[in-house]
């Protein structure tokens, strides 16, 4: 066994995803013992040690019968869920259900909670696991509060709310309160579940009672201003090629490279090869991290060899000279999961491996590198496998953005009669709002071009971010204040949305023009060199 048996975490942190990418039967079945060595003593310190084996009625004579009649109740090559499941049955059947909360406490620890899935139960690759344990068995009124994730400036949001009375009694004078995000209203007609109550920024929902184990949804829709979004800083969506990009091969002869294949513009891919690989995809030029609410977001898809082949994202503030593993920055699209020793010979490690089941997108919080240059790796590491039949898909990468986002994330809560005051926010930062270069096709046809620059101030190099309808011969120009032009660049004919960088680190600080040139039009703005 890889750790002793012991329900002290600080002995055996054992989880599920421990038994991903081991070969041997203790592996698996050792994480499995695991929970059922929790309950038992979970149910001794409950009904305490009785010494009869036999004929006892001690927690450890409780347990012991539950995982035997479980046994009698589970499926036909069952997998972790459905012995699980079957331990519950078995309590139903025998004690009337009430261990159930006990039994869930003890899986929940090693993974095998509310929201776990055991995937096929011939794969020891698939499952996912879970750490909740069911609301019931948490004695509370509570609320939980959803809000639409994404939207453009201007469109409208829906906020839900589920409040749960599981108090163990009926709850009297329910009342609910929710704060409707500053520059956002209430539309009118558009709240379903309770009647509301409205006072400033403040709705309110009051509920004469809520019976033991019932639930009531609440819903409603705001409108949102449409000159309140994120600020795009840097977007490259990979149309203009490899112009942002440096690849490296660390280990193995795969590489990463642009190619269009289910999508219909280029996106950089490296296979799963089956062979031993580490490689490297790289942001050419440092990045400038400011705002208030710094976040890297990009979109992609993976299919790899589970727990054993993965990539991980990266981020160095000298220039390349470390590189610091994220994990914890990120907020939507997080790993997947522990990642082997042997991937990157780095212990407990998360990345992103197995089947992502299509394309998301990850976002990460850079509010720690706030002042900082950054540069961006993905980096991509794989190990031999005899089977070279088993060639996955591997790693995809696209719309690689940096911004400041706006989002919209305020707080729930519900108290009664029986209980405190309880509050929850949507998760994963409530609602972004997307960055402002996203304009409507009407607005663009109107307008025949919209560009944004980053950074400004700039010391170094400044990066231009246009959509343009229409092909046009496209360049970028650096004047003085008296009009003179001192540097340009031209990118030939371009349309669509793309990113344009122009260097100007040999020029002295002051305030200088940028004119953007495309086709016919043209625009300047004032650019600042610190």
Request: charged letters at 25%; hydrophobic letters at 35%.
């Amino acid at each position: 066994r890889r750790l002793p048996y012991s329900p002290a975490p600080a002995v055996n942190p054992q989880v599920y995803d421990d038994i991903i990418g081991t070969g041997a039967p203790h592996p698996l079945g050792e994480v499995w013992t695991a929970a059922l060595w929790d309950m038992y003593w979970l149910l001794v310190d409950r009904y305490g040690f009785d010494e009869d084996l036999i004929h006892g009625t001690g927690g450890n004579n409780i347990a012991v019968q539950l995982v035997m009649d479980g046994m009698k109740l589970q499926a036909c090559n069952p997998g972790f869920i459905d012995g699980r499941d079957a331990i519950l049955e078995a309590d139903q059947i025998n004690y009337g259900g009430a261990n159930q909360c006990i039994i869930w406490e003890a899986f929940a620890k090693r993974g095998l909670g509310v929201g776990a899935d055991q995937g096929n139960t011939g794969d020891r690759n698939d499952g996912l696991q879970s750490f909740e344990t069911p609301p019931a068995c948490i004695q509370t009124l509570r609320v939980e509060k959803t809000t639409t994730p994404l939207i453009k400036a201007g469109e409208e949001m829906e906020v839900r709310l589920e409040v749960m009375n599981f108090l163990g009694e009926t709850a009297t004078r329910v009342e609910v309160s929710d704060l409707l995000p500053d520059g956002t209203e209430l539309i009118a007609g558009s709240v379903s579940g309770a009647t509301a109550q409205q006072n400033g920024n403040q709705l309110r929902f009051v509920l004469d009672s809520l019976a033991q184990g019932q639930s009531l949804t609440i819903t409603y829709r705001l409108s949102t201003p449409a000159d309140q979004f994120s600020d795009r800083l840097f977007f490259d969506d990979m149309n203009s090629g490899d112009a942002n990009w440096d690849t490296e091969s660390l280990e193995g002869e795969s590489a990463w490279g642009l190619a269009v294949l289910q999508s219909e513009t280029p996106e950089w891919i490296i296979v799963d090869d089956g062979f031993e690989n580490d490689q490297v995809l790289r942001l050419r030029d440092p990045l400038t991290v400011t705002g208030d609410q710094p976040v890297l977001r990009f979109r992609h898809r993976y299919d790899t060899e589970p727990g054993l082949d993965g990539g991980i994202v990266q981020i160095s503030t000298n220039g390349g000279g470390d590189w610091q593993n994220l994990n914890a920055d990120f907020f939507r699209g997080r790993y997947r999961g522990k990642l082997a020793y042997s991937t990157f010979t780095v212990p407990f490690l998360e990345g992103f491996w197995g089947d992502s089941e299509g394309y998301l997108m990850s976002y990460i919080d850079l509010s720690d590198f706030l002042g900082e240059d950054i540069l961006v790796r993905f980096r991509f590491g794989t190990d031999f496998e005899e089977n070279l039949e088993n060639t996955r898909d591997g790693w995809r990468m696209d719309d690689f953005e940096v911004m400041d986002m706006f989002n919209y994330a305020t707080e729930a809560c519900v108290r009664s009669d029986q209980s405190a005051l309880n509050c929850a926010v949507a998760e994963a930062r409530g609602t972004i709002v997307e960055a402002g270069t996203t304009t409507s096709v009407a607005e663009l046809e109107k307008r025949g071009l919209d560009w944004s620059v980053f950074p400004n101030p700039v010391s170094d190099q400044v990066f231009v971010n246009l959509i343009r309808t229409e092909p046009g011969e496209t360049s970028l120009q650096l004047l003085g204040l008296e009009g003179r032009l001192l540097k340009e660049e031209r990118y030939g004919r371009l349309a669509g949305e793309v990113s344009l960088r122009l260097k100007i680190r040999d020029l002295a600080p002051g305030m200088y023009l940028l004119r953007l040139q495309s086709g016919s039009l043209s625009e300047t703005r004032k650019l600042i060199i610190r």
